[in-house]
């Protein structure tokens, strides 16, 4: 088949992303100082990889709601270990015979969280909003397809903003936390992406 002059056949695309970090002194000397056996936290791990997913909204708010569920799971369970309160007690507060009887992760962050360490994640407004509106994103794309809030479907920068106030929540609380319970972390790291996008007629 001869090609018509003016007329385009065929038009294909592709996408390319490159990212960097970039690893200044100070970086390079926090790395020195974590132990050769060092592994981060499970929850640091996916909302790095929640991160990653973007620009795919609705995996990535999946991974940063189930980065929450994880960490205050933990928390509260190694908090209540060191409280007043009998182990069978806990046990049965957070294991009943029926699923729906068990604490929502509304009262994990809330009520438990309260009595574990003197203060609620409700107490702080912003992180509370940024909490409900992640689960809310979370639920709707589990059951809908589509992560929104409301009724308006989540563009890429507001899932970012979700996925950075999920780190925002999780650090509000380890400072609440005993200091033998606070993990390391690095800070002074800077990522840079770059997409080229690639088009042959």
Do not use: C
């Amino acid at each position: 088949m001869v090609a018509e002059k003016g007329l385009v056949r065929a038009r294909l695309g592709r996408a390319l992303k490159l990212s960097w970090i970039a690893v200044n002194s100070q970086v390079w000397r926090n790395l020195h100082s974590l132990s050769p056996d060092y592994i981060p936290p499970s929850w640091e791990l996916l909302l790095l990889d929640s991160n990653d997913l973007l620009p795919e909204i609705g995996p990535s708010i999946v991974l940063a709601m189930t980065a929450l569920e994880v960490f205050i799971s933990i928390f509260l369970d190694q908090l209540a270990d060191r409280s007043a309160i009998p182990q069978d007690l806990w046990k049965w507060i957070n294991n009943r015979q029926l699923f729906l009887q068990d604490p929502t992760i509304d009262d994990q962050f809330d009520e438990l969280l309260k009595i574990l360490t003197g203060v609620s994640l409700k107490e702080k407004k912003e992180l509370w909003d940024a909490f409900k509106n992640l689960k809310k994103a979370r639920n709707s794309f589990v059951h809908e397809g589509i992560a929104k809030v409301g009724n308006r479907a989540l563009s890429r920068e507001d899932a970012q903003r979700l996925i950075g106030s999920a780190d925002k929540i999780i650090r509000f609380i380890k400072e609440k936390l005993p200091e033998d319970m606070k993990w390391p972390e690095f800070k002074y790291a800077f990522k840079v992406e770059a997409t080229m996008k690639l088009f042959k007629d």
